[in-house]
């Protein structure tokens, strides 16, 4: 163990017992001298690194940012107080991470005690986003949602129609698109996914937008498809999706596209689907996004 770093970790031989639940105070001040001691020596490359060999890299990069902008908040009630919001949850996740690589690194047991800290605080690793999907089906139909895409640059537009007719989730539809060559088989892109809870099986590829993907897509796209911009998310356009194949080809058939329902061991009955169902779709998918000047 290196010099300066021994007297740190023996100090957390009581820090179980300094948190037992009929301590109200929460983490021991021994607990968060420590952390603030070690944080004071660390390598931040080291955790960087850590970081970026278990996890996406766009995803270890945010996450390292948060951490190293915001590790002073970790048992702070600034933390406590901060507005409930998507950045908030993202930066207790950062921390969240940080402390866990502290107990890998140091044998430490801070990661459990700043759950134990959140817990006793009510911080919440989640936050509830206002979006009340059946008023916004009212303002924002299909018809109006194409116009709007029309009238993004015709990158953007193109693929924020990619979006709407495949239904993927933003991330899946990047990955998609950028691999739509190798993907795409006679108007049918085969997936199967799995990331944890969230599937993807297998989707139509409209004929007209499968002639002009001559070109990859960047995160970029999220500056300008998002609610500030057009008034709706990228991921509201998967719900625009679901409500058309179901309402107008098949409910089934559109829980498999989406990957609500089927796994690899069915495509032997849905595929067959998919090809039976397959002009319908083209049909209904060409009808929509012909209303408007752009396809």
Not at 62 to 70: E, I, T, V
Request: hydrophobic residues 35%; positive net charge.
């Amino acid at each position: 163990m290196r010099k300066g770093v021994e007297p740190l970790c023996i100090s957390f031989a009581g820090l179980r017992s300094a948190t037992a639940p009929d301590s109200p105070s929460g983490p021991s001040g021994s607990a968060i001298q420590c952390y603030e001691q070690i944080l004071s020596r660390i390598t931040w490359s080291d955790f960087e690194t850590w970081l970026k060999s278990t996890r996406h890299p766009l995803h270890a990069r945010r996450m390292f940012n948060l951490a190293y902008k915001f590790h002073k908040l970790a048992f702070n009630n600034e933390l406590v107080f901060m507005q409930v919001n998507r950045t908030r949850v993202e930066i207790i996740k950062s921390l969240a991470l940080l402390t866990r690589f502290l107990d890998v690194k140091y044998d430490t047991f801070l990661h459990e005690q700043f759950t134990l800290w959140m817990k006793r605080k009510e911080v919440k690793w989640t936050c509830k986003t206002v979006s009340n999907n059946y008023e916004n089906s009212k303002t924002l139909t299909i018809d109006k949602v194409i116009q709007m895409l029309n009238k993004l640059p015709i990158r953007y537009s193109i693929f924020g129609k990619f979006v709407l007719s495949t239904g993927l989730r933003p991330e899946e539809s990047l990955r998609a698109f950028n691999n739509h060559s190798n993907l795409c088989k006679n108007g049918i892109m085969e997936l199967f996914w799995d990331r944890g809870t969230k599937k993807a099986n297998s989707v139509y590829c409209h004929p007209e937008i499968h002639k002009q993907i001559l070109f990859t897509m960047s995160r970029g796209v999220y500056n300008y498809i998002n609610k500030k911009e057009l008034g709706f998310e990228l991921r509201y356009l998967r719900k625009l999706n679901f409500t058309i194949n179901a309402t107008k080809i098949d409910p089934l058939l559109a829980e498999w596209t989406q990957g609500r329902r089927g796994n690899i061991s069915q495509r032997h009955y849905f595929l067959p689907m998919m090809n039976e169902h397959k002009d319908k779709w083209n049909k209904i998918w060409r009808s929509l996004l012909n209303n408007t000047n752009r396809i």
